[in-house]
């Protein structure tokens, strides 16, 4: 099975700009979720989906953050615009109810604001 | 919510010698507690998790141990080897649908030769 796929791996772009994240889940996985990782406040929740609905985004910082999931396969993450505190290594995991809910962690998407 | 503290921060063990990484959790509804292991550079990877229905189970040289009433849990390597450096988080959920996990800050174990 091919594990969670997330691009970019890398990532750096202007403050200001426009960051599009994207995941592809294992494959028969119902949930989704996106974590962020830093130094600071370590591995946060930020969404997490299932069946393609948010189920709980209480944990996107603020307005410029969204994600969607507009189909089973791809799941996008957006920061716009973008600032330097955004900078951090974004996690992509899957799940499934039927195969006791082990969540699965990509590769991850390392962002740099500058 | 949930609230996760893992102590140490950075442990640093002989190769061979055992690491003992502990973790306390506040919420008394959670019922799932998995290990990951993150090596620089990659996501973390799943290597253990104890379920509130058992106090221990062991795979190979992993431990890990759960006290619910104490609300803590452990986890155990022994013979330790150097591809066994890396940070290891620990979590907690209430399980069900979703397992939303809250995780521990980490500890970066450096097994030395």
């Known amino acids: 099975d091919a594990g969670v796929i997330q691009s970019p791996r890398h990532e750096v772009t202007e403050m200001g700009q426009e960051v599009t994240l994207r995941c592809k889940p294992i494959?028969?996985?119902?949930?989704l979720f996106w974590y962020r990782q830093t130094m600071m406040r370590g591995l946060e929740l930020l969404i997490y989906?299932?069946?393609?609905?948010?189920?709980?985004d209480s944990g996107m910082p603020e307005d410029r953050f969204s994600a969607k999931m507009p189909n089973a396969s791809f799941s996008t993450l957006k920061i716009q615009p973008s600032e330097p505190r955004d900078s951090a290594v974004y996690f992509c995991?899957?799940?499934?109810?039927?195969?006791?809910?082990?969540?699965?962690f990509g590769e991850g998407s390392w962002l740099t604001v500058v | 919510g949930e609230n996760v503290e893992q102590h140490p921060s950075t442990l640093s063990v002989q190769e061979g010698d055992s690491a003992v990484i502990k973790c306390t959790y506040s919420?008394?509804?959670?019922?799932?507690f998995p290990w990951y292991k993150q090596e620089l550079g990659k996501g973390p990877q799943l290597i253990i998790d104890i379920r509130s229905n058992v106090g221990e189970k062991k795979d190979q040289r992993i431990a890990v141990t759960l006290n619910k009433t104490a609300k803590h849990f452990s986890l155990h390597i022994t013979e330790t080897q150097p591809e066994d450096s890396a940070v290891y988080f620990c979590?907690?959920?209430?399980?069900?649908?979703?397992?939303?996990?809250?995780f521990g800050t980490g500890t970066q174990l450096k097994v030395e030769l």
């Open positions: 979590a907690a959920s209430k399980g069900g649908g979703g397992n939303k996990l809250t």
């Open positions: 919420d008394s509804a959670s019922n799932y």
């Open positions: 995991a899957s799940s499934s109810d039927n195969r006791g809910n082990t969540i699965y």
């Open positions: 989906f299932n069946n393609n609905v948010p189920i709980d």
């Open positions: 494959s028969g996985h119902d949930y």
